[in-house]
């Protein structure tokens, strides 16, 4: 599932976004944003739309582009 951290990363990078920011827009740990974004572990699915709608609150097309990597790489890998 290493894709979330891999969409959730290119997102951050390409919108400018800081790990900081994210985490306290869905009052989580940077620390978790981080190991997401450095593929250590994987966001659990509930995790994974609470990372849109962090996004979302912070930049809405960052959002759609977060879900757009992430379930484009999902029908890839099918």
Known sequence: MAKAGRALKQ???TYGIPQNQLAV???V??????RWVYE??????DAV???R???RSINPEAAAEFARLY???DELSS
């Open 49 to 51: 739309l609470d990372i």
């Open 25 to 27: 827009a869905m009052n």
């Open 53 to 55: 709608k962090g996004l």
């Open 71 to 73: 379930w484009e790489e």
């Open 29 to 34: 740990t940077r620390s978790s944003i981080h």
């Open 40 to 45: 250590i572990s994987d966001p659990a699915g």
């Open 11 to 13: 997102v951050l990078e």
